[in-house]
């Protein structure tokens, strides 16, 4: 099984922590998902059509999108074909090697977040209200400052009752500063201000956070590209990054809103959410090839250090552990 040790090989090159993170963070997906796939599997003695129908059925169940599934399902006929696969255990490893492929296309290495190696890095998240917004970049405020980076937060969600206040109780739990106005302040003000506060301190990163209604499209996407004109204006090339924040237990909602954003904004990178919460972990392949926005952090727990930079191999290995570790070298 070449696939399944090239996927193992590289696993080693992580960190256990970060290998057991992605298991156990799919631990739901890949009970509904891989059970599923097993019991298929256990059920048919060749690879058919009918063998075929039900793997869609499978994959878009676990919300990897209708026109991806259809994709990955051909290039599965296609490969059964050519390798002449009559046995349908040996199917899990090509869709295993699909799905990586589908994610990484014809880039092998995955986007990093866009840090400037010197000056300012200036990071704008959107999305809508209750996705975990303010927590992620809480979460984010940590992880850079365990690299040694010196971070700065930005409350620029002024219209949502307790948004600043949310995004205060994050910033005493990192130890980094926020910069605020008054609840129903312009955000762009906010911004410049954030701005001014990370240049006069040598801050190497500043989060903002934005306001999350998507309501009506054309106020919030004049809002952000207010926001940003303030940004670009203050530091050339800035924002360095627009991610944003999708909760995963949403499903196919998750991904219209990602539609919905890529059209209002220049989205450079996806952070799920609350991961570990869901069955339907899918969702990333279907953002990732229908979409071709790269899943830059994911949510797999509740605690300070459980968002991770996102890794495809480490994503397979997390839908697929059971057959991967029980596979032969």
């Known amino acids: 099984m070449t696939f399944f040790k090239k996927i193992k090989d590289k696993l080693t090159q992580q960190t256990d922590s970060v290998t057991e993170k992605f298991k156990d963070g799919l631990s739901k997906t890949r009970d509904n998902f891989s059970g599923k796939m097993n019991e298929l599997v256990a059920r048919y003695r060749k690879v058919d059509e009918e063998f075929f129908e039900e793997l869609e059925e499978i994959l878009i169940q676990a919300d990897v999108g209708f026109e991806t599934v259809m994709e990955l399902v051909e290039q599965l006929r296609e490969e059964v074909k050519l390798r002449n696969i009559q046995d349908p255990k040996a199917v899990q490893e090509v869709i295993v090697e699909k799905l990586v492929a589908i994610y990484h296309g014809e880039e092998e290495e995955l986007p990093e977040l866009n840090i400037q190696p010197e000056g300012l890095t200036v990071i704008l998240f959107v999305g809508v209200n209750g996705v975990g917004k303010t927590t992620t970049i809480g979460k984010l405020a940590h992880h850079l ?154 949510g797999l727990g509740e605690k300070m250090d459980d968002l991770q930079a996102f890794d495809a191999n480490e994503y397979v290995y997390g839908l697929f552990a059971d057959v991967i570790d029980g596979a032969k070298e």
């Open 145 to 298: 400052k365990a690299q040694g980076k010196s971070v700065l937060l930005a409350a620029g969600d002024t219209f949502r009752a307790g948004a600043i206040d949310q995004l205060d109780v994050w910033g005493e739990r990192v130890g980094v500063d926020v910069i605020k106005q008054a609840e129903g302040s312009d955000p762009a003000a906010v911004m410049f201000d954030a701005v001014q506060a990370a240049k006069a301190r040598n801050v190497d990163v500043l989060l903002c956070d934005t306001a999350g209604r998507l309501q009506n499209k054309v106020n919030l996407m004049n809002e952000l590209e207010k926001v940003k004109r303030v940004i670009t204006r203050e530091v050339p090339n800035a924002p360095h990054e627009v991610l944003l924040v999708l909760d995963a237990t949403t499903g196919q909602n998750a991904f219209v809103q990602a539609k919905q954003f890529k059209e209002a904004t220049d989205v450079s990178g996806i952070v799920l959410t609350k991961l570990d919460g869901t069955a339907k972990g899918g969702i990333v392949i279907a953002i990732r090839n229908e979409l071709h926005i790269p899943v830059k952090f994911v």
